[in-house]
Structure formats: C-alpha cells, structure tokens
C-alpha cells in the first residue's frame, strides 16, 4: 500500500477528473449550489479570502472564485493535478496555486480568511485522527469572525463486508473504474482498480492507499472542541457527509 500522495502520482491523478465526470468547468457549476448549501457563498464578500484543502483538479477552487471570492487560495500535493488546475485557472486571476502538505500549508496563513472548504475525502487522507485535530484547530485559528470551514467526506465507520465491498466509480466505452474496500481498526484500505483500453487491449493498473475510519459525530465533536459552531451536519441525497462550522475569528 502506497501513502496517499504517491497513489496520486502513481495512478489516481491521470484519472481523477474523468472519474468526476470529465468536464472540470462543468463540476464547479455543480459545486456551486452545495458551497451555498454550506453557507461558503455568504461569506463571498469584496475582500474576502477563500481556501480550497486537498483541490485537485480544481471543482471547488473554480467554484469558489465564480462565487466572487477575491482570493482563492488552492492547496494540494499532486503537481500533475495543479497542473490542470492552473489551465482552468488562466481565466481567473483570483486564484493562487500552492503545493504542499494541507497542515503545514496553512500554518503559513497570516491573515483571517472567510471560507476553508476541505471536500471529497480529504479529510480522511490524513494519517490520523491527530493529524484531523491538527488541521481543524488550525483552521479555526485562520478563520476570520463568522467564517465557515465546510467539509464533505464519507461515513466509513460501518464496514461493508463481502461483496458489497466492492464499488463501481465509472466507466466508458475506453476505461472501468472499480474500487475495493478492506477495513481495518483504524483505516479502510482502498484499492482503485482502472482498466483502460489501449491498442493492444485491456490493460489494469492497480493502486491501494488509506483512509480514516472517522464518525461524522466524532468529527462534530473535533469542530465544536476547536471553538467552532457546527451549522451544517447531514448526509447528502448521494450518501456523502456535509458538515459546515463558523469560527469566532482568532488571527487579527
């Protein structure tokens, strides 16, 4: 099993974006309406700073800039995905690019921001329940008076058993995506299966890494001991996690 930021570099960075549905510009349009769900479009004020943790190929970065933030700051370990993100990025100068680790990244901040969106299982990329403390007490500490920090994340505390334990992501006439699931006490081995035609036929590639094992309430619980006030925490129509907390501002 690799670490997280080789599994991108290895396999899942090449896919990612067609895994979301292939058209990035398209995906932010969509995320638009879940940021507001979260209370990020109320906080997109003249001046006001955004954070995307964990962007990728950009849905949410692209989302929060069409939102009107006047900074938005995206923040990632995959250089191939910032890559793409920066081609998408050309047309909106309020973007800033940074690779680096998500924790130490923000202990750069110096100044209060309005939102730090963290999506699709980023937070569960961490290496431990620790390293989660870490980051929210950090970003508490960034948030300006009234900022959300918004979360979205699966519930992969109840272990699937079985055959149940492996998922279709997408597929298309050129390429299948199957994902695997192993539980342990503390992480969920997760093996991303991609079978992609070439000239020569089918071809697998294979990559496994970990995610946390986190319970939503327990994640509640890490906001509200870091300060923060939860505003938002459901289970979306499509099965992932939202959780969205407001922040009484530290940093001056």
Do not use: N
């Not at 990728?56 to 009107?68: E, F, I, K, M, V």
């Not at 909106?92 to 100044?111: G, M």
């Not at 994902?179 to 081995?189: F, K, Q």
């Not at 006030?229 to 979306?236: A, C, E, G």
Request: with cysteine.
């Amino acid at each position: 099993m690799t670490t997280v930021a080789a599994h991108y570099d290895r396999l899942l960075a090449e896919h990612y974006t067609w895994m979301l549905g292939g058209d990035i510009e398209a995906i932010a349009a969509r995320e638009r309406p879940l940021l507001q769900e979260l209370g990020v479009a109320g906080v997109a004020r003249r001046g006001a700073v955004a954070i995307d943790l964990g962007c990728g190929s950009g849905a949410q970065t692209l989302a929060l800039a069409d939102l009107g933030f006047q900074t938005v700051v995206a923040i990632d370990q995959s250089r191939a995905l910032l890559d793409e993100l920066a081609a998408h990025a050309a047309r909106r100068p309020s973007i800033t690019i940074v690779c680096d680790d998500l924790v130490r990244a923000l202990t750069k901040v110096d100044a209060p921001v309005q939102a730090i969106v963290c999506m699709r299982d980023t937070i569960l990329c961490l290496a431990d329940r620790a390293a989660v403390v870490g980051l929210i007490e950090r970003a508490a500490e960034a948030l300006a008076a009234g900022g959300v920090l918004a979360l979205s994340y699966r519930d992969l505390s109840e272990p699937l058993e079985g055959l149940d334990r492996f998922l279709p992501v997408r597929s298309d006439a050129d390429r299948i995506m199957l994902c695997a699931l192993d539980y342990g006490p503390e992480t969920v081995t997760t093996t991303d299966l991609v079978y992609v035609r070439g000239a020569d036929g089918w071809q697998l590639h294979k990559s496994s890494y970990p995610k946390l094992r986190i319970e939503p309430d327990w994640l509640a619980e890490a906001l509200a001991g870091a300060g923060l006030t939860v505003t938002v925490h459901q289970r979306s129509p499509g099965g992932m996690w939202l959780t969205a907390a407001t922040g009484g501002g530290t940093l001056t």
